[in-house]
């Protein structure tokens, strides 16, 4: 008992990918603020801003990527199935049309059919 890991269910929702995509990020914000901040050679780098921007830069990319993995959702399966799926409009109207003919031929039938 407790020595089995859960299981994830939907691997999309792990933690690991916004993780390593945010802390890359703030690696790059925080070398070019490093570097740029310095003003040249004869200042030292400004470790402290280079720092600073890490941490926006992380926290920021973190935020966003988890939102965006948490909002995700996949469709249901039954959305996929049936006749109204990836129809094209031509395909559409041109069964509109058939319809359209075979109920005006069945009114057609019923009144000749009730004034007969």
Do not use: C, Y
Not at 58 to 74: I, N, Q, R
Not at 79 to 90: A, I, M, Q, T, Y
């Amino acid at each position: 008992m407790g020595s089995v890991e859960p299981q994830n269910p939907k691997p999309g929702s792990s933690i690991k990918f916004p993780l390593s995509f945010s802390f890359a990020m703030g690696a790059v914000a925080g070398l070019v603020t490093l570097v740029v901040s310095a003003g040249g050679t004869k200042h030292g780098l400004r470790w402290d801003l280079g720092g600073v921007a890490f941490g926006i830069a992380f926290v920021a990319t973190l935020l966003v990527a988890s939102l965006l993995v948490m909002g995700h959702k996949e469709n249901d399966p039954h959305l996929s199935e049936g006749s109204g799926v990836n129809l094209r409009s031509s395909d559409r109207m041109a069964q509109d049309k058939a319809d359209a003919a075979a109920k005006a031929a069945l009114d057609a039938d019923k009144t000749e059919g009730d004034t007969a």
